[in-house]
């Protein structure tokens, strides 16, 4: 079938996609009767502290750790307030501190880098290739005397290349922080994800896969990275059998801050991981159904697959020829009813995406003294130049990202697949 500019929504041509959009909260929009009796176990014992309350019951969060253990395959799983202060702790617990520095890549969540510069880090930033996750070719090239660790972002469903950079890693003899914020459930080569580095971190925030409004896991089989992490994430140590007791070793207690999970977010959280197969299954299934639809379209490249098995099919993106067809392509697939949207515009703040990172760029911190950017451990103070990973941008100003929810049904599958179809052909033509 040949479209032309009749057919599109956007010249009076019917709407491919009839039905209204549905957000993307995958974890979010399946809160339910599992949800609530869980809680209101945790309300009816009043024990809403892990580790003590006027009843003796038994711990959510401490019954979703030991699950979500078991899922990984990780010896330890800690759970924590957020992803965020989960990364925080997996660097605190390898040793990471003033005078190291931590490369991240160009394209995640600010929260990685800010997660470097909370543990008084410098941040270095690599570009990502054309599976929008970390270059570790470009990796290896920012690789310093003062590198001590890696953290590889599974970003928007994806893997990471995993194994290449774990090989780049151990070579040399730095640490890996996987962050899954965006991955839950996803595998590499059949290896669950955030369980290849020293330590994986796991988000739960509102729009991840599976969520309970905010929370973080950090899954590690490191024994010493555990309890490192876990002297960081609780301030009074109320996870140690004698609070009081002296360290059982150098390096078991140290100052800390409070990211301990309440057993309120505990309960959701765990009726939510009984739900991650389900809900990535679907994403995967709905996933298939649109791009199988569209792998002879001329004139998009799909972005690369690193796994096609362990990617959590969060959302399809594919890569226009040029940056400035992006604006037309979006108005019109939205007048066919699909919500799909453009990933970079320079002139449009976004959090994900480095020359956006105004807080790196300028070097924003609390107080203008100390590490990491003002201190005789880190040297001087590298320059950010928001024009520094051109690889990077070049991707994602060409980008197309549509979500997938699991909510979808085949139908909408379908329509959606019409939809970006009949643009394509008559815009990329
Ligand atoms: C890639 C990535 N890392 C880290 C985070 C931080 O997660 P949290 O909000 O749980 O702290 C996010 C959240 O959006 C993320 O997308």
């Known amino acids: 079938m040949t479209y032309t500019k009749q057919d599109l929504a956007l010249n009076g041509g019917p709407k ?3 039905s209204p959009t549905i957000p993307m909260f995958p ?4 809160i339910g009767d599992e949800e609530k009796k869980e809680v209101m176990e945790v309300l009816d014992n009043k024990y809403l502290f892990r580790y003590y309350g006027p009843t003796d019951s038994p711990s959510k969060v401490k019954a979703f750790e030991e699950s979500y253990a078991e899922y990984l395959g990780t010896k330890h799983s800690l759970a924590l307030n957020s992803c965020t202060s989960a990364l925080v702790s997996a660097l605190v617990a390898v040793g990471v501190g003033p005078g190291d520095e931590v490369i991240v890549p160009a394209y995640t969540f600010f929260a990685t880098c800010a997660a470097v510069v909370a543990a008084r880090a410098i941040p270095v930033v690599a570009e990502v290739d054309a599976s929008l996750t970390m270059d570790p070719l470009d990796l290896e090239k920012k690789i310093t005397k003062r590198t001590k660790a890696i953290i590889p972002v599974h970003m928007r469903g994806m893997p990471a290349k995993i194994d290449r950079i774990m090989e780049i ?3 040399h003899k730095l640490k890996v922080i996987e962050d899954v914020a965006q991955a839950n459930g996803g595998s590499f080569k059949g290896k669950p994800l955030g369980s290849f ?3 994986g971190c796991f988000s739960l925030q509102f729009h991840k896969t599976i969520t309970s409004g905010e929370g973080g896991v950090l899954a590690t089989s490191d024994d010493l990275t555990y309890t490192r992490a876990q002297a960081y994430h609780d301030v009074a140590a109320c996870w140690r059998k004698d609070r009081f007791a002296p360290p ?3 390096g078991e207690i140290f100052f800390g801050v409070n990211f301990r999970m309440s057993e309120l977010t505990g309960a959701v959280a765990l009726a939510q991981f009984r739900k991650l197969d389900s809900i990535v299954g679907r994403m995967k299934h709905n996933k298939k159904l649109i791009k199988d639809r569209l792998l002879d379209l001329k004139g998009i ?9 362990g990617d959590t099919a969060t ?3 594919f890569f226009l020829p040029k940056g400035s067809q992006v604006s037309d392509f979006t108005t019109a697939l939205h007048a066919e009813g699909i919500e799909a949207g453009g ?3 320079k002139g449009v703040p976004d959090w994900h995406m480095y020359p956006h990172w105004k807080m790196l760029i300028e070097k924003m911190m609390p107080t203008d003294k100390g590490c990491p950017f003002n201190c005789e451990q880190s040297g001087p103070a590298p320059n950010y130049d928001p024009d520094a990973c051109p690889q990077t941008m070049g991707l994602l100003e060409r980008s197309i990202h549509l979500d997938i929810p699991p909510q979808l049904s085949e139908k909408d599958c379908e329509q959606i697949a019409l939809g970006i179809r009949k643009v394509a052909s008559v815009l990329l033509a």
């Not at 974890?27 to 399946?30: R, S």
């Not at 490249?301 to 098995?309: C, G, H, K, N, S």
């Open 197 to 199: 580095g020293d330590a």
């Open 301 to 309: 490249q799909f972005r690369e697959v690193t796994d096609e098995a």
């Open 169 to 171: 890693a151990r070579r």
């Open 343 to 345: 990933i970079y515009n």
């Open 315 to 317: 959302c399809l993106i």
């Open 27 to 30: 974890g979010g929009l399946e």
């Open 248 to 250: 059982e070793f150098a």
């Open 16 to 18: 491919a996609k009839t």
